[in-house]
Structures are given as C-alpha cells and as structure tokens.
C-alpha cells in the first residue's frame, strides 16, 4: 500500500486513511471475539463439568498462557504478514466459532475424554488470538508512530474487552444462547478476514484461493449459526437422556427442564447449570422436609420468607398453612420465577403457588436484598425464613452461606423464629454439611440438624436455626405425602457415618466452605 504522500505530524498521518480505521475497528472485534471464546469455555465447563470456580480459574490462566505463546510465535512470522494476519483470523473465526457447538456434540456422545478436547481447544483458541495483536500492530506501523500506535492498539483492545465483558452475560446468552454467540463472534473474525482482503488484495499472493477459503469459512459458520437451535436440542436430549421441555439462558445460570415421559408430571426435571435440582417424582420429599418442620414448631406462623425457591415448590407447602398472611420469595433469576407462573406443567407442580395473592416475588440477589431490609427501622422480622439455594459450588453461591450473610438472616428473624437452611448431602459432603453448621453456630444461633433420603439426590441434609431451642411439632398439616409426626424426630438422629466433624465457619473472607464441597463432590463426580 502506497503511503509516500501521507502528511505526517509528529510521526503519524494527518489524514487517516481506510486501512487505518478498518485495521483499528478490527483491534475492537479482535478483543472482543477473542474475549468471547473464554467466557464461553468457561460458561461451558460450567454448565457440562459443574458450577465451578476451578473450571473458571483453570481456563482462563490456560486461555492467557496460550495467549502469550501465541505472541511469542508470532515473530516467527517475517514476511506477508497481512496473508499470515487473514490466515490467522479465518482460523480463530471458525474454530472459536464452532467451539461451543462441538464440545456440546462431543459431551452429548462421549464425555470421558471432554476435559482434555475442552482445554486443547482453549489452548488451540488461545495461541490464534495470541498471534493477532501482534501481527495487526505490525500491519499499524505502516501508518503510525510508536508511540501512538501502542497507545491507539491498547485503547481499542481495552474498550472491545469492555463491550464484551458487558453484553456477554447481559444480552449476548440470554438472547442468542451460548452457541449462536460464539458463532456470530466467529461471523465477525471472518469479517475482520474479508476486510484485511480487500485492502490488501494489491499485496497478497493467490488471492484467489484466500478469497474461497474466507468464503467457505463465512459459509459453514452462517449454516452452523441457522442451524445452532437444532444442535442445541440435539446435543442436549443426548446430555440429558430426557426430552429437553425448555432449554434456556439466562443472566445467571442454564436452566433446563426435561420430561421422561411425556404427559406425566411425575418425570419431570430440573437443571440448572447441569446440575439436578428437582425432579417431580420425589420433590415433595424435599420440600415437605424442609419447610414443614420448622414451620409446624412455630405454630401459627403469619410472616414467611422463602430465600431461593423460585420454581414455587416451598411456597405450595408453606401455604398449606391457613395463618400465613404474607410470603415474600426473594430469587435472584426472574427467568425462573417467570417460567414457573406461566407454563401449565410447572403451574400444576407448585399448585399455582407463585400466582398466589399471599406471595410476593422479588426478583433480586438475596444478600444484598437483606443488607437493605436490616437498615429500614420499618422492616418486621419474619416468623420463619426458608432457605433454598443451590449447594455452594462457587463464590458467588458461597457468600450466601457465610457467617456474613446468615448474621443478616438472624436480623431478619423474630425472636422465637425459626429459620431453615438446605445444606447439601451429609454423606456425600460431611465435612460440607457440618461446615455450614458451624457456621450459623458462629453468629449466635442454635442449630437442629437433619436428613431425609430423597432418592434423586440421596441422604440429604437440612438445619434448623433459631435463637430458641427446637421442639418437635405435635401435628403437621393434612395431607403430606412424606413426613409424619411421629416419625420426624428420626430425622435428627445421625449414625456414624454423618455424625458430626469439628470444622470452620465459612466465612466471607476464606469461603472455606467452597474448597470443601469441591473436593468432596469432586471425589464422587466423574
């Protein structure tokens, strides 16, 4: 390209030229595409391997390395260097493009050797967008100084990270789905090749075959990206084993929800994140355990929060209560919630609890939500408070079982209250369980621990705390499936195997309960 007659003012064009822009637009998409790929291999492994901060941490430092291996390299590349630049974009474009879609195929059929096909194609991801900013800033100094070139580069990389960093979680997933995302991202690299062709055309040796392989590349990921609902469906029936009903996600987590049979509403499932959270035929298990004995010891109670429980189910027993004047259901995800006030299947499975006038649906984080109530003088302290997260399988989880949040809980408790916490398996995650235990021992509360078998899930545990000690209830309402009056009692009786550990609260600033439950789930997951 011929720039002999550019004017230059302290060591760069006065007049930028078209191959400026273009190769400064392309430092934008560059970031953000490449930005795209990880959060999409780290959402993956999220939704495939489990909710975990390990997955995330392990990709990222995989992805960055690889990043800098692929800036090393790129000295390896002296000359055509816009042929080598087109080549390199044509490569990240399709194979981050297709990335999500393949591994969700690959998962579907053969999930041994995932791990390892995941991180090869991290690497593989990572050292191609390492070589771009390297070769695109060696294509700038043609038309800038040193000094503004790195300073333009780095703006432009800085702000692509920002949008995507932004939009991703936002709008990207939750309107697009994670392999539509990827696949336009990859659209975009093919873009930034198309455009490098164009304006180099004069310098670049058969150009015939770079303009079919650009074509051929923006060819199969626009029929991947028509495609990607049918890949999705696919690969997810295959994952799930059962027919996918609805398959959606949001801000905050994948949800899914699966039918065995179809047009029975026993053989319905839950997933969120991949991770089973209720299926229809032993549900009433859990949640008649982990509402009904706190709520019948209280004895009349009128004033209840529930704290998670957006698919309605604690809530269905919770109004089995004739006293109960209020319920406020406090759920982070209003996909949730949404899905089930509106879908016929899930209405009949909660009995139509979340449309109740007695309920009250609050979209909101639960942390920051009581942060607020406990500063409102006006606030009255609820008769009990329910409390139905998913496990602590990362940090952002594991706050909400933390001596921080659970002194918010007791602030929002009355005096003779009772609240009750989910606390994951104590078989399975004995040392987890007894961790949460201490914890809400740490802030001054009394705890009355137990379990019940739910045959999705196995033995499972629950904790009563309250500032009161715990008395059996003499009668539970009519109707239950599951617990019983007289027989509630061996719920708190432990045998050896589940007795309880010395541990550590889990507190904001350790989160020891997060490194706990992954190394025991970890043991007992593939």
């Given at each position: 390209m011929d720039t002999s007659n550019a004017t230059v003012e302290g060591g760069r064009s006065a007049a930028p030229r078209a191959a400026e822009l273009v190769l400064l637009g392309s430092v934008f998409l560059v970031a953000a595409c490449g930005l795209v790929y990880e959060l999409a291999a780290g959402t993956l492994a999220s939704y495939l391997l489990g909710d975990s901060v390990l997955q995330f941490s392990t990709i990222i430092g995989t992805y960055l390395f690889a990043m800098g291996v692929g800036s090393w390299l790129s000295r390896l590349l002296v000359h055509q260097l816009a042929a080598h630049f087109l080549r390199v974009e044509l490569l990240v474009g399709v194979t981050g493009g297709l990335m999500p879609a393949a591994l969700f195929l690959l998962a579907s059929r053969s999930p041994e050797p995932f791990r390892w096909i995941l991180y090869g194609l991290v690497w593989l991801v990572g050292v191609?967008?390492?070589?771009?900013?390297?070769?695109?800033?060696?294509?700038?100094?043609?038309?800038?100084?040193?000094?503004?070139?790195?300073?333009?580069?780095?703006?432009f990389d800085y702000l692509g990270a920002l949008g995507v960093s932004i939009a991703f979680p936002l709008l990207l997933v939750p309107r697009l789905g994670l392999i539509r995302t990827s696949l336009l991202f990859g659209l975009m690299n093919i873009a930034v090749a198309a455009w490098t062709l164009w304006l180099y055309r004069g310098e670049l040796h058969r150009l015939r075959s770079h303009v079919s392989a650009t074509a051929a590349s923006f060819a199969v990921l626009l029929a991947a990206f028509a495609g990607a609902e049918r890949i999705t469906t696919w690969s997810e029936d295959r994952f799930y084993a059962d027919r996918v009903l609805y398959a959606a996600s949001s801000p905050y987590q994948r949800i899914v929800i699966t039918q065995s049979h179809p047009g029975r509403d026993d053989s319905v499932r839950l997933f969120l994140n991949g991770n089973l959270q209720f299926f229809s035929r032993d549900e009433y298990r859990y949640h008649e355990a982990l509402v009904h004995p706190v709520m019948a010891a209280f004895g009349a109670p009128r004033h209840v929060l529930i704290l998670g429980g957006g698919d309605g189910m604690a809530a269905r027993e919770i109004l089995k209560y004739p006293s109960v004047q209020d319920i406020t259901l406090v759920d982070l995800d209003a996909n949730v919630t949404r899905l089930f006030s509106s879908e016929p299947l899930l209405r009949r499975l909660n009995h139509d609890s979340l449309l109740s006038p007695r309920l009250k649906v609050i979209n909101d984080d639960a942390f920051q939500w009581l942060q607020r109530r406990v500063d409102d003088p006006a606030a009255a302290p609820f008769d009990a408070i329910v409390i139905d997260f998913p496990d602590p399988s990362n940090f952002s989880l594991g706050k909400l079982y933390t001596t921080s949040f659970y002194s918010l809980v007791d602030h929002s408790l009355a005096a003779d209250g009772y609240a009750v916490v989910q606390t994951t398996s104590p078989l399975v995650a004995r040392h987890s369980f007894w961790t949460v235990v201490a914890t809400l021992e740490a802030v001054g509360l009394r705890t009355a621990p137990y379990h019940v078998d739910v045959p999705s899930f196995g033995e499972w545990g629950f904790v009563i705390a309250s500032r009161r000690p715990y008395h059996y209830p003499e009668s539970l309402p009519a109707g239950l499936r599951f617990l019983s009056a007289p027989t509630l009692p061996l719920m708190f009786d432990f045998p050896p195997d589940m007795s309880r550990l010395p541990a550590e609260p889990n507190r904001l600033s350790n989160q020891v309960l997060v490194q706990t439950f992954e190394a025991e789930w970890g043991e007992v997951l593939p």
């Open positions: 191609l967008v390492g070589l771009e900013i390297p070769l695109v800033m060696r294509l700038l100094r043609r038309h800038y100084s040193l000094q503004h070139l790195v300073s333009e580069v780095l703006t």
